[in-house]
């Protein structure tokens, strides 16, 4: 009986993972909690919008000692130009799920109006590379000599790797305690044809507006007293034909120096989220979620973290701490 249940729940997991992994190949990007203290990955028009150079560290670990679990780290730079009226940056991702590894490099570019008030409006694109290996050749295959048809599928023995171009585009609108954001990071369907020598190779490049995942995002900071802010935000996702993602929550900062919060992810997490602005220039957060599924079962939940720098220039006043 114990091996019996054994069994099944491996076969849960991996039925799981399976699930998991397609997701994450049809959805394309990534999923981080702390997205709210970098949002270049889902919108090219927040570039330069911290009015200094940013550089910005995430690692998330997810559904801790599950096995195959993703493990995502990016890494962006970015900031104004030309008198902050434009912004310019790049961001690199690597990310593993089970046997499948991306990597992901874009630029971005955004054209700054900035209005009487002191509040800006971007328009950006982004646009880059993506590299997807599926590492067959690592799977342990079972080959089961009572049964005259069993063989082992050559292609286990294969590393399928493709790499195909994309681009995005995105709007941000932010004042000193208000931003919100719309986005369509990736704009180009690629069809990816694998062959039994295993080879792969893209089969049609092409835009598909039926496919566009849409990130609408937004933010606001209440001065509660003079010690304690409370900074608000919203994320929605959207795409046809799925369930719409939602993203919500609220974090405190206390005296400017410390950041405690929630934030809830629509039948998928709820999440504790602790930051340290460690000087004016540097802030690091962590954040821990509690999954909402079947996977917290056979998981710990996701750790993640955020490391970010602004570096400041000469004769130059930066606005501190940066709420967005």
């Known amino acids: 009986m114990k091996n019996i249940i054994i069994k099944t729940r491996a076969a849960v997991l991996?039925?799981?993972?399976?699930?998991?992994?397609?997701?994450?190949?049809?959805?394309?990007d990534a999923m981080f909690t702390q997205y709210m203290f970098n949002e270049m990955f889902i919108n090219p028009a927040y570039a330069g919008s911290k009015e200094a150079m940013s550089a910005t560290l995430m690692h998330r670990q997810q559904w801790v000692n599950f096995p195959g679990r993703p493990i995502t780290t990016s890494f962006s730079l970015h900031g104004p130009v030309q008198g902050d009226k434009m912004g310019l940056g790049f961001s690199i991702l690597n990310e593993k799920v089970g046997v499948m590894t991306r990597n992901l490099i874009y630029a971005s570019y955004a054209y700054r109006l900035k209005f009487a008030n002191k509040s800006t409006l971007a328009m950006g694109l982004m646009g880059g590379l993506e590299n997807q290996m599926n590492k067959l050749n690592t799977l342990k295959v079972s080959n089961d000599a009572a049964s005259a048809q069993a063989q082992v599928d050559p292609q286990f023995g294969n590393t399928p790797n493709v790499v195909a171009p994309n681009f995005g585009a995105g709007l941000y609108y932010s004042a000193k305690k208000l931003?919100?954001?719309?986005?369509?990071?990736?704009?180009?369907?690629?069809?990816?044809?694998?062959?039994?020598?295993?080879?792969?190779?893209?089969k049609t490049t092409k835009i598909a507006p039926s496919k566009?995942?849409?990130?609408?995002?937004?933010?606001?900071?209440?001065?509660?007293?003079?010690d304690f802010k409370l900074k608000t935000n919203v994320m929605m996702q959207a795409v046809q034909n799925a369930p719409l993602v939602l993203n919500i929550g609220a974090n405190l900062l206390i005296k400017d120096l410390v950041w405690a919060g929630l934030s809830y992810r629509s039948g998928s997490s709820l999440s504790v989220i602790l930051g340290l602005q460690v000087n004016k220039q540097?802030?690091?957060?962590?954040?821990?979620?509690?999954?909402?599924?079947?996977?917290?079962?056979?998981?710990?939940?996701?750790?993640?973290?955020v490391l970010n720098y602004l570096f400041s220039f000469t004769g130059r006043k930066i606005v501190t701490p940066r709420y967005f």
Do not use: W
């Open 14 to 28: 991996s039925s799981i993972l399976l699930f998991a992994a397609q997701a994450v190949k049809a959805q394309y």
């Open 179 to 202: 931003y919100v954001g719309l986005s369509i990071p990736r704009m180009i369907d690629n069809t990816v044809k694998f062959g039994t020598d295993g080879t792969s190779t893209i």
């Open 212 to 226: 566009f995942t849409y990130y609408l995002t937004a933010g606001y900071v209440f001065t509660l007293n003079e």
């Open 282 to 305: 540097f802030l690091v957060c962590y954040s821990y979620d509690y999954g909402l599924n079947m996977i917290q079962q056979y998981s710990q939940g996701s750790h993640e973290i």
